[in-house]
């Protein structure tokens, strides 16, 4: 606005404000003076939220990385947990058990193993939006379905899934696989170029050990590899994710198993009477805890194991009858099996001695 369009106006407000109109607001110099100096405060505000953008950034990849050093550890321990409890059943098992929990082992507890160094090696490439869609991971349940797996984060604490801790409780463990978007892609290619150096090729090789890509079925050869997958990543995890395997102690399993046992019986708390395999799956995995100190896993739990299980000298006759005859009623349609013997069931796991129930 001109000054010879606002004299009356100012004058009007006295001497004073027409002197500052006249020789301060239209000095050109003033005017040049101002805008250098909303300049210089735009700029210093730009640059303050740039930090504190970045501050922000960076709170959250220190708090990821954090929560992942947290739970490498207990990763690694139920790797080598399953892994001594592989070695129980092929001492004691025919072709068709140890091919079953080899398989389970290798291309479940192995390649969610692998797929959580590789979603966190993503993280720390900044690949996740950038790359991260040139891979993908599928996983295959025992009903035979495949699904992708997009879970990146859960809803309450807005973790990655590479952060989750494990789940003690858990039994039956999908397939995992890693695929590439590219048309005919190889993923293990993707991941050597993605991650050029000791870092691409040595996930490649832990996913070319865990992926279940010529459906191989003979135990020999899943034997040598579930051998080969555990001592390349021991090797590895170092080089991969900048973290040691944690190798596990007397000290580390007791804390572990401790931690699994109360884990296990506040699932079967939380589970309904009416879920028949949910209740034997569970008093199962504590009771070859409480006897054999093995974290059993596995779709055959109820069945194959359960039947070394009972083997066991310190079931005694009553307990074994009632899981037989659980596991017995479960493979009809689970109508046959009474409130009792659920009950019995749930009195087996809470049972600090189970050696010492007897029955009737």
Known sequence: QHYESTTTT????GPVVAFLWEHVYNDPEFTRDCKRAVMVERKALAR????????A??????????????????ACFILQLRAKFVRFVLKQSNNANTTITLCEFLYGS?????????EYCLFQEEQQEQEGSLLYFEATWNNGNNQEDTTTTTT????????????HAQCCIPYTTIQSRETHGDPLRTLKDLFPGNVGSSLSQLWELCNDNNNNKDPIALTS??????????????????????????????????????????ALERT?????????????????????????????????ILVLLTNEKKISEFVKRVLLEASKALEDDGSSLSDDVVSSLREFALSKDVSKIKGC
């Open 156 to 167: 309450t604490t807005s973790q990655p899934i590479y952060c989750y801790g494990v789940d």
């Open 48 to 55: 303050k939220g740039a930090a504190t953008i970045q501050s």
């Open 272 to 304: 309904r009477d009416d879920d028949y395999n949910r209740v034997l799956e569970l008093t199962i995995m504590v009771l070859y805890q409480q006897i054999k100190g093995h974290c059993v896993f596995g779709s055959n739990v109820s069945r194959d």
């Open 10 to 13: 100012t004058t009007t407000k």
């Open 57 to 74: 950034s960076r709170t959250k990849v220190d708090r990821i990385q954090r929560s992942f050093e947290d739970v490498f550890p207990d």
């Open 110 to 118: 192995c390649a969610l193993f692998a797929r959580r160094m590789t």
């Open 225 to 266: 590899r579930f051998e080969d997958f555990l001592k390349k990543a021991e090797e590895t995890c170092l080089t991969i994710c900048g973290l040691p395997f944690k190798q596990l102690d007397k000290k580390s399993e007791k804390n572990f198993m401790l931690a699994r046992k109360k884990s296990l019986l506040d």
